[in-house]
């Protein structure tokens, strides 16, 4: 500014410029229910809404003790973190640009033995470097249900496909558990014709009676 009774004016204002990221994660379980001893799949839904790019952005999901997480099954830029103790899941997936959106995967193994329960899966992005200016929508968590299924199969065979009046016949019965969960209280039983009668059974591990025309 310049006046015939005055010399120029001039003045300067310095303003920082701060990156902002607004992160968001929604996290989606590949199904409501896991059968013990098989894999239980979750996908992290990971949205910078910007307006700055998200710098050095990590995704950490807290596993439950019941799911031990499968590295085979993840996406590789996740890896198990001992934190004093807490082991939890970082991924770090580097810059997330303004406006994009990038999915994580993240697996785990239930073992075969695990009783039915709900387990609670939890996670979080955040960028440590890029501010966050809304905190509320960077976590998200979801439940899962554990089940028991095994599926048996039995098979049964004869020593003879024709006998007699009076002869003996042995019959083998097989069963297995094709899993994937094991499977607890067992019975195998066996019906006996009316034309047959009960000698004996036996089994290197199991201990077998007639209960009523039943072998148990």
Do not use: H, W
Not at 49 to 74: K, W
């Amino acid at each position: 500014v310049s006046s015939p009774i005055s010399a120029d004016v001039s003045d300067s204002v310095t303003q920082d410029v701060v990156p902002t990221a607004d992160l968001s994660l929604t996290k989606l379980a590949d199904s409501p229910a896991v059968a013990a001893g098989s894999t239980a799949g979750f996908s992290l839904v990971v949205t910078n809404a910007g307006p700055s790019d998200a710098v050095q952005t990590e995704v950490g999901d807290l596993l439950p003790p019941e799911i031990t997480f499968d590295a085979a099954s993840s996406d590789p830029s996740c890896t198990p973190i001992d934190a004093d103790g807490v082991v939890y899941v970082s991924c770090q997936i580097g810059t997330l640009a303004a406006g994009e959106t990038r999915t994580i995967r993240v697996a785990g193994s239930v073992r075969s033995d695990q009783a039915p329960t709900t387990v609670v899966n939890f996670a979080a992005a955040l960028s440590p470097v890029t501010a966050e200016p809304t905190l509320g929508d960077n976590e998200d968590d979801v439940s899962v249900s554990i089940v028991q299924n095994a599926d048996l199969v039995v098979t049964k065979f004869a020593d003879t496909t024709s006998q007699a009046v009076g002869e003996r016949v042995t019959y083998t019965l097989t069963a297995t558990n094709a899993g994937p969960s094991d499977a607890a209280d067992v019975v195998l039983g066996d019906i006996l014709p009316p034309e047959v009668t009960f000698i004996e059974a036996t089994s290197p591990d199991l201990t077998c009676a007639l209960d009523g025309g039943i072998v148990l």
